[in-house]
C-alpha cells in the first residue's frame, strides 16, 4: 500500500563534464510527468548538484522543461562529483522531502550512486528498468532485464522512496517543452563527517562528445566479430557514410579492437533504439541484442542462416556482406 | 601486508538458457559458472598478491553448498582462505539484503581488511549494486568500473576507471572497495599443486547466527524489493528471410533502405 508520507517524484539531474543537463534526465523526466498523472498529478522535482554560482544558467532549462520544483546544491566542492559527498547530499534531501519515487539515470556516474543512496535510506533500487508503471495500488512497478535480457521482471518495491534507475536512451521524449514557474530551493551543503577518500588525478578523454552520435543517430550501421579486420570496418564505414549512418560494434569486434568501446552495443555497452539498425556480420547473441532490440526496424547480413540475429530482424538478408555491401555501393555511385 | 576479500558469486550459464513451455527458465540441468566479471576480480585481486607475496585473499560467495566447487577452483588460482555464506534464511536476499549480509560476514570474518574487490556485473540479474551496497555498509569508499590497476600500496589504490567518454585515473584511500570492470590479463589457469592444496583446504561456512543479523534482515524478509511478475521477453520482429546472390541481395537492401525513406533512389 503506498505511504501517505512520501509523495511526488524527484529525478536526479546529473551535469555531464562538459556541464550540460544529461540528456537521461529530459527521458526520465518525460517519463515522470507520465506517473505523475496517473498518480493524480503530484509534483515532478529534479535535485542538481554544481559549483557556486551556476544555478542561473539553468534555471531558463528547468522552467521550459516544466520541472515543478528544483532542488541544489551548490558549493565548489560539488563541482567535481564524488560518491561519498552526492550520496550525503541526496540522502538528506531525499529524507526531507520523501518523495514517493526517486529515479536516476543508469549512466556510469548513476550507477555509482544510486546503490548508495539506496542503501543510506533503506530502501530497494530497480536498475537499468526498460518500462515504469504505476500499478492499481498506486505503486511503481518497474520492469528490468535479467539473464542478459532474456527474462523481464516486473519488481515493487516496500519500503519509500521507491528507486529505479533507467538507461540512456530507453525512453524517448515525446512531449514537447511546457513552461512552468518552476520553484528553486536551494539546500545547504552539510558535509560535515564525510571525508572525501577518492581523488580522480587525471582524465583522458577518448570520445569526441559526451553526447555520444550513437544516441541521437536515427539509422545505424553495426558491425562484428564476421567483418574479420580492418578492412571490414572501412568497408562498413563506407555503407554507413553511402546512406547516412553511425557506426557501432558488438562487443567481439571491440575486442578484436576493429572498434572503440564507445561505441559497443549492449548489455555491457550502450542502449540504442534508432528508426533503422543493420547489423551486419553479428550473430545476435543475447548480450547484444538487449541493446538493440527496441530499434524500429532491424536488417540484419549473415552467412549463417541459423544465426539468431535472424530471429528478431524485420528483414534477413543471407549473405557474405564482403560480396554484398560493395554491389550495393556499386549501385549508389 | 595487504588483506582483501574478494567477494565472487556463482551464476546460472546465461548464454544457454533454456525455457520451459509455458516460458519460465528451466532451472534443472543448468550449468552454474562463476560470474564473468568476478573473473576479471578475481586476477585483479592475483594480480596485486604476484605483485606483494604476503597479501593474503579470502574469497567470499553467498549461496548453496554447490557454490563451494566454484571456491576451491578460485582457491587453486592462489587465493588463501574460502568462505561460503549460506543460509535457508538468506534466501530470497534481494541486493540491499544482499549487501548487508556479505558486509557482515567480511567484518566477522576479517575485520582488518584493507581492500574488498568485486566485479561490476553479475550477469543473472542484480545489475550493479551489490559492490557499492557493501561498501556502504562497510563505510569504506568504492571505485566502479575499474579497468586497470595502475600502483599501489598498504595506504592507498591507483586505478583507471572506464567511463563512457574516456578513462579516469582515480586515487582512492584503503581500506576500498573496488568493483572491476574488465582486466586486461589472460585468466590464470590453476596450478597442479594449487589444486591439491585447494581440495585440502577447509571452506568456512557462515550462518545467520555466526553473522549476528535477524532473520527481518535478510533473505526476502529483509528485502525492500520482491519480484512481481517474471516473464520471457519474447522477440517482436517479424523475421523475413531471404536467400538471394549478391547483386539481388544488395537491390533488396537498398530498396528496404528506400522504402523506410533512408535513402532516395539513385
Ligand atoms: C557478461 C557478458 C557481457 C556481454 N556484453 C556484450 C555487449 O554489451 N555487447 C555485445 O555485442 N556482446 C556482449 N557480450 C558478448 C556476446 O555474448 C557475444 O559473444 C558477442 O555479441 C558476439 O559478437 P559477434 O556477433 O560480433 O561475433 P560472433 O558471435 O562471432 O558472430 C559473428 C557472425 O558473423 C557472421 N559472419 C561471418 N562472416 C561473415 C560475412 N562475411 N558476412 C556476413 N556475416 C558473416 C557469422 O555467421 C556470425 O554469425 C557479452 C558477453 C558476456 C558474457
Known amino acids: 500500500m503506498p505511504n501517505q508520507e512520501y509523495s511526488g517524484i524527484l529525478i536526479y539531474a546529473q551535469l555531464t563534464r562538459e556541464h550540460y543537463i544529461h540528456t537521461v534526465f529530459y527521458e526520465l523526466l518525460d517519463k515522470a510527468k507520465e506517473l505523475s498523472k496517473k498518480l493524480g498529478g503530484v509534483d515532478v522535482s529534479a535535485v542538481v548538484m554544481l559549483k557556486k554560482g551556476l544555478i542561473e544558467k539553468y534555471k531558463e532549462s528547468f522552467q521550459n522543461m516544466g520541472v515543478n520544483k528544483v532542488f541544489y ?99 524517448k521524449v515525446r512531449t514537447t517543452d511546457s513552461y512552468t514557474d518552476t520553484e528553486f530551493i536551494c539546500c545547504p551543503t552539510d558535509l560535515a563527517g564525510i571525508e572525501k577518500n577518492t581523488q580522480l588525478i587525471e582524465f583522458t578523454k577518448t570520445i569526441e562528445n559526451t553526447i555520444n552520435d550513437l544516441d541521437t543517430a536515427e539509422i545505424i550501421v553495426a558491425g562484428g566479430k564476421g567483418l574479420k579486420n580492418e578492412k571490414g570496418f572501412e568497408l562498413l564505414n563506407e555503407f554507413a557514410k553511402s546512406i547516412g549512418a553511425t557506426t557501432a560494434a558488438s562487443r567481439s569486434a571491440v575486442e578484436m579492437g576493429l572498434a572503440p568501446q564507445s561505441i559497443q552495443i549492449g548489455q555491457t555497452g550502450k542502449t540504442v533504439r534508432p528508426k533503422v539498425y543493420i547489423a551486419c556480420a553479428i550473430s545476435g547473441a543475447v548480450q547484444h541484442t538487449v541493446g538493440m532490440s527496441g530499434s524500429e526496424y532491424i536488417i540484419a547480413i549473415n552467412t549463417d542462416k541459423d544465426a539468431p540475429i535472424f530471429d528478431i530482424a524485420d528483414t534477413g538478408i543471407v549473405g557474405d556482406f564482403f560480396e554484398i555491401i560493395p554491389e550495393f555501393l556499386k549501385n549508389r555511385h | 601486508m595487504i588483506k582483501i576479500a574478494l567477494c565472487i558469486k556463482q551464476v546460472p550459464d546465461t548464454t544457454d538458457i533454456k525455457w520451459t513451455e509455458h516460458n519460465t527458465i528451466q532451472r534443472e540441468g543448468v550449468e552454474s559458472v562463476i560470474n564473468p566479471y568476478d573473473v576479471y576480480a578475481t586476477e585483479f585481486a592475483l594480480k596485486i598478491k604476484s605483485q606483494a607475496p604476503d597479501t593474503y585473499i579470502t574469497v567470499f560467495t553467498m549461496g548453496p553448498e554447490q557454490a563451494k566447487d566454484m571456491l576451491r577452483k578460485v582457491l587453486a588460482l592462489g587465493c588463501d582462505d574460502a568462505v561460503l555464506i549460506s543460509d535457508k534464511k538468506f534466501a530470497g536476499s534481494d541486493t540491499w539484503a544482499t549487501g548487508l549480509t556479505i558486509s557482515k560476514s567480511i567484518e566477522k570474518i576479517m575485520p582488518d581488511f584493507d581492500l574488498v574487490v568485486c566485479g561490476q556485473f553479475a550477469t543473472d540479474g542484480d545489475t550493479a549494486q551489490t559492490g557499492v551496497i557493501i561498501a556502504n555498509f562497510l563505510n569504506i569508499p568504492h571505485v566502479t568500473f575499474v579497468k586497470e590497476l595502475t600502483e599501489f600500496s598498504e595506504k592507498a589504490l591507483i586505478v583507471t576507471r572506464q567511463m563512457e567518454d574516456g578513462i579516469e585515473k582515480v586515487r582512492v584511500n584503503l581500506p576500498a572497495l573496488v568493483c572491476i570492470m574488465k582486466s586486461d590479463f589472460e585468466p590464470k589457469r590453476a596450478l597442479i599443486n594449487g589444486i591439491i592444496e585447494a581440495d585440502r583446504k577447509e571452506i568456512k561456512t557462515l550462518t545467520i547466527n555466526d553473522i549476528g543479523l535477524k532473520p527481518e534482515q535478510t533473505g526476502i524478509k529483509g528485502s525492500p524489493t520482491f519480484v ?17 546472390d549478391p547483386t539481388e541481395s544488395a537491390k533488396l537492401l537498398e530498396e528496404k533502405l528506400t522504402s523506410l525513406g533512408v535513402i532516395k533512389n539513385a
Open chain 1, 73 to 171: 546544491f551548490e558549493d565548489d566542492v560539488l563541482d567535481e562529483y564524488s560518491a561519498e559527498y552526492y550520496s550525503k547530499l541526496l540522502t538528506q534531501l531525499a529524507q526531507k522531502i520523501t518523495p514517493e519515487i526517486l529515479l536516476i539515470g543508469a549512466t556510469n556516474q548513476g550507477r555509482d550512486l544510486a546503490p548508495k543512496v539506496a542503501a543510506k535510506l533503506h530502501t530497494g533500487l530497480t536498475a537499468d528498468c526498460t518500462e515504469l508503471d504505476i500499478n492499481d495500488d498506486g505503486q511503481l512497478a518497474a520492469t528490468s532485464p535479467t539473464f542478459g535480457g532474456q527474462l523481464m521482471a516486473t519488481i515493487l518495491c516496500k519500503n519509500y522512496p521507491q528507486m529505479a534507475t533507467v538507461r540512456p536512451n530507453v525512453f
Open chain 2, 228 to 244: 512481481k511478475r517474471a516473464f520471457r521477453n519474447l522477440p517482436s520482429h517479424n523475421a523475413q528471410k531471404y536467400f538471394l
